[in-house]
């Protein structure tokens, strides 16, 4: 979201108005009258708005040399009706509402989602069959897999469930989407996949890959919670997620199912871990509703979510151990 500041002359007043109303702006207010015939408008349009509000302000105003706009990025802006999920700024946790609208805004089904999904997928599927790490690492940066992970955790400790089966829908839709993908892929790779190294250790599931995957969710929600850059741990997540999900595709298209379980367990156990490990750090740096009621409820929620997953992460650590032991 932006905020735009106009200094523009009273007589466009009502044009300004009419386009703010056809941008579609989330608020318009008129601000101080100056004495040169110049009024002050304030603005409140979403991104996906921003540049045709800009491109009509600039038509407007181009006949008015003193004309100003001015925009600012917004991190948080809301009203005393919504639900409101305030809480004390301190030098290590964000506003409950700023993190809310960072991780829901990486969790929508949209096109551009769709098209990072498809693009690192690509990427990535090439990266793995031609055993290059560097292009791996390389997909993994534009990977759309750390939102709805980080989602699914937050709208379990806010108690949103609508959050929550956003979160879900777009985890399952984005890793069903890469293994059709990379299962075409392994229809048509004329080659043995199994000589590629980045491929192969995609089908072992150890212990070291439930550390990694629980480090990365913690890694994940402290980021956030803390306001610091989550792109680098972005990758992590997606690392843990994404070459998994491509491999269980290539094994199916190359008809190798053992190779292809081994994958999926490897998948789930990330998610599972990842998941988890996000859901306890938003517990301890205490990411609860505002009011009394949804923070008992919420609380409750989350150490039944908490709970279940650790049972399905020490179920699947049995798993791993019986078939690394035969």
């Known amino acids: 979201m ?13 044009t300004i108005k009419k386009i703010a109303e056809y941008n579609n ?11 040169d015939d110049m009024r002050q408008i304030r603005l409140l349009v979403d991104d996906k708005d921003l540049q045709k509000t800009l491109d009509s302000l600039q038509n407007t105003l181009a006949a008015y040399p003193t004309a100003r706009v001015t925009v600012m990025a917004i991190e948080t802006s809301f009203t005393m009706s919504e639900k409101i999920e305030d809480k004390k700024i301190t030098s290590t946790t ?12 990486n ?13 690192s997928t690509i990427v990535a599927t090439i990266g793995l069959v031609e055993n290059n790490v560097a292009i791996i690492i390389g997909a993994m940066v534009i990977a759309p897999l750390l939102g709805p992970n980080l989602a699914l955790s937050l709208g379990t400790a806010l108690g949103d469930t609508s959050l929550m089966k956003i979160a879900i829908k777009s985890l399952l839709v984005g890793i069903f989407l890469t293994i059709v993908l990379s299962t075409i892929t392994g229809l048509l790779w004329p080659y043995d996949l199994k000589i590629s190294n980045e491929i192969l250790l ?5 212990f070291d890959s439930v550390l990694l995957a629980l480090a990365s969710g913690a890694a994940a929600a402290l980021a956030l919670t803390t306001g610091a850059s989550s792109v680098m741990v972005g990758v992590m997540v997606a690392v843990a997620i994404l070459p998994p999900a491509i491999t269980v595709g290539l094994m199916i298209g190359s008809l190798n199912f053992s190779m292809a379980y081994s994958s ?7 998610i599972v871990s990842v998941n988890l490990s996000s859901k306890i750090v938003f517990h301890i740096k205490q990411i609860y509703p505002r009011s009394w009621f949804e923070k008992n409820k919420a609380k409750q929620a989350m150490r039944n979510y908490i709970l279940s997953w650790t049972i399905t992460l020490l179920f699947l650590i049995i798993i791993i151990y019986l078939r690394n032991k035969i």
């Open 94 to 105: 964000e506003a409950r509402q700023s993190l809310y609208e960072n991780v829901k805004k």
């Open 25 to 35: 702006a989330v608020d318009f207010r008129l601000g101080i009258d100056c004495q």
């Open 107 to 119: 969790t929508k089904l949209d096109a551009n989602y769709f098209t990072l999904l498809i693009l």
């Open 2 to 14: 932006k905020y735009i500041e106009i200094i523009a002359n009273n007589s466009s007043i009502d």
């Open 202 to 206: 995609r089908t072992y599931v150890g």
């Open 264 to 270: 999926l367990l490897l998948l789930v156990v990330n």
